[in-house]
């Protein structure tokens, strides 16, 4: 079946500094990819809407300049957190389908992410 | 805002016992409602549905949609310690991408 594959699993980083992480679709084209944030105890928050060759698109209350998205390739999109802050700190997953917008997802395994 | 509640956000039972977990929603604009398990990492598929009162059934666990009373129920009968996760209800919307809205999820936890 496609794999989603998201690096890393998992990243502590200095306050301050940016992460990158990259979520690539393994043997399929996606043209559209999700990125979620999901907090200890809650779910998955969807952050933004990456689209290849086009600017991503934004939740409500998502900050963009904070949360940059990369679509470069149809199988690659990366999510930069810049100037990370502790209250940053989260589970950061990755979704995309096959082909047209479809019910069959699939997610990467995540990214934790701890800033000190 | 689409929204998407379940409940109980919480629920602790013991082996054997027969759980169900709620998902109302107040949108009517989706394609799909769909079902997850999360232990871990990544979400789990477990069921989609997009038809009134069509109950779809996978073993122990059983899901049916109600879409005149907007809510969706998700069953688990002679529940095991393996069923202890996240359960996750999310709303397909086809028209906006393909994004998945997700509820709060309901975290089980089945004790021996």
């Known amino acids: 079946g496609a794999v989603v594959s998201q690096h890393p699993s998992r990243v502590i980083c200095k306050s301050g500094t940016s992460v990158k992480i990259e979520c690539r679709s393994l043997d399929f084209q996606a043209t559209t990819m999700f990125w979620y944030r999901q907090f200890p105890k809650q779910s998955l928050m969807l952050m933004a809407t990456s689209n290849e060759g086009s600017k991503a698109t934004y939740e409500q209350g998502v900050e963009k300049d904070k949360f940059l998205i990369n679509h470069a390739s149809l199988t690659l999109s990366t999510l930069t957190v810049t100037s990370a802050h502790p209250e940053d700190s989260s589970f950061y997953i990755c979704?995309?389908?096959?082909?047209?917008?479809?019910?069959?997802?699939?997610f990467g395994s995540g990214t934790q992410l701890s800033v000190l | 805002e689409d929204k998407v509640v379940q409940s109980p956000l919480s629920l602790v039972v013991h082996e054997g016992d027969t759980v169900t977990l709620n998902c109302s929603y107040e949108v009517t604009n989706f394609r799909s409602l769909l079902w997850y398990k999360q232990e871990k990492k990544a979400p789990t598929f477990l069921f989609m549905l997009?038809?009134?009162?069509i109950e779809k059934k996978s073993g122990r666990l059983s899901s049916i949609l109600d879409k005149k009373e907007l809510f969706s129920i998700l069953n688990i009968t002679a529940t095991q310690t393996g069923d202890s996760a996240i359960y996750l209800c999310?709303?397909?919307?086809?028209?906006?991408?393909?994004?998945?809205?997700f509820g709060q999820g309901t975290e089980l936890s089945v004790k021996p």
């Open positions: 999310a709303l397909f919307f086809y028209n906006q991408g393909g994004k998945l809205i």
């Open positions: 997009t038809s009134s009162g």
């Open positions: 979704s995309a389908s096959r082909g047209a917008p479809n019910e069959k997802l699939f």
